[in-house]
């Protein structure tokens, strides 16, 4: 029962940040069709903007996050303003490497800046352990899925209530209807890269305070293409219910079976999912005439 609810905790915390960082994933997907191969470079850049803004410039801690909210705000839309509206038109495979290039381009200046040694950072959440039916569980874990699931209910009402969220629903389920509505389609285009950078950047900070801030942060944030697969691109609600298989596969995997097929376990169900289910659990299955 101890290693159960061990796995429990610790794969709902995994899984909680993934949900965060593919949810940024399928936001982009869902208002620009656009598959972001940067997202974990995102989760990475956001870690760093925040060790820079609470370590090295040493401000307060809601004052760093509200730098760090504000970086990758900017960053988003600086991507999708000179890096991807030029693009409008071209093949998908050829945004397709351009997001590649631009996880490498982010990963370099990452390195370039900090190097690559793991960098040492204060706790954010409190440490310490409690005992649940047997099984010590830390508290940062725990905490960690009460932030993500705080998060994601905001994302949540946010897309349901309120008027740039039902205006960004509108352009993923049609953008020429959305634009005869008066919908500026590229204005929540880079409103959805935004979004996208700031749910990377609470993800990368969860991540970063129950691991390090390193380079790792990165092939972490490389799960969220299992994750929207197993979910669906294009749906919120498989994001959330997605991550959290993932992080208590991935948990139990390591804890039942074998460390080393945990690594692989996830593409193993990427591709069962490919084959047996493409759309995902909750993705919309697309017909086309042709």
Do not use: C
Not at 20 to 32: H, N
Not at 90 to 104: D, F, N, P, Q, Y
Not at 226 to 246: C, K
Not at 265 to 290: A, D, M, N, Q, S
């Amino acid at each position: 029962m101890s290693t159960f609810v061990s796995v429990l905790a610790y794969g709902l915390a995994d899984g909680a940040i993934l949900a965060l960082a593919a949810l940024g994933f399928v936001l982009i997907y869902k208002a620009t069709s656009v598959i972001n191969f940067a997202q974990g470079e995102f989760l990475l850049v956001g870690a760093y903007m925040f060790y820079t803004a609470f370590v090295v410039m040493r401000l307060p801690l809601l004052l760093a996050v509200l730098v760090g909210v504000v970086v990758a705000t900017l960053i988003g839309v600086l991507v999708e303003r000179l890096i991807l509206r030029p693009m409008i038109g071209e093949s998908a495979i050829s945004i397709i490497m351009v997001t590649i290039g631009l996880s490498s381009l982010l990963r370099a200046l990452v390195q370039m800046f900090y190097g690559t040694r793991p960098q040492p950072m204060p706790a954010i959440l409190p440490r310490g352990s409690v005992q649940i039916l047997g099984a010590t569980v830390p508290i940062n874990r725990l905490l960690v899925i009460l932030v993500a699931a705080v998060v994601l209910t905001a994302f949540t009402i946010f897309f349901r209530k309120s008027r740039h969220g039902i205006a960004m629903r509108a352009v993923a389920d049609d953008q020429q209807a959305a634009m005869t509505m008066g919908i500026s389609v590229r204005r929540i285009f880079a409103m959805a890269w935004a979004l996208a950078g700031v749910s990377a950047l609470i993800a990368g900070v969860l991540l970063a305070d129950i691991s390090a801030v390193d380079q790792n942060l990165a092939a972490f944030g490389l799960l969220v293409f299992p994750v929207v697969i197993l979910g669906g691109l294009d749906s919120v609600p498989g994001t959330i219910v997605g991550g959290m298989i993932m992080g208590l596969l991935i948990q139990a995997t390591a804890s039942y079976w074998e460390a080393g097929l945990a690594v692989v376990i996830p593409y193993v169900v990427l591709v069962l999912i490919l084959l047996v289910k493409p759309y995902g659990l909750f993705g919309e299955t697309r017909i086309e005439r042709v």
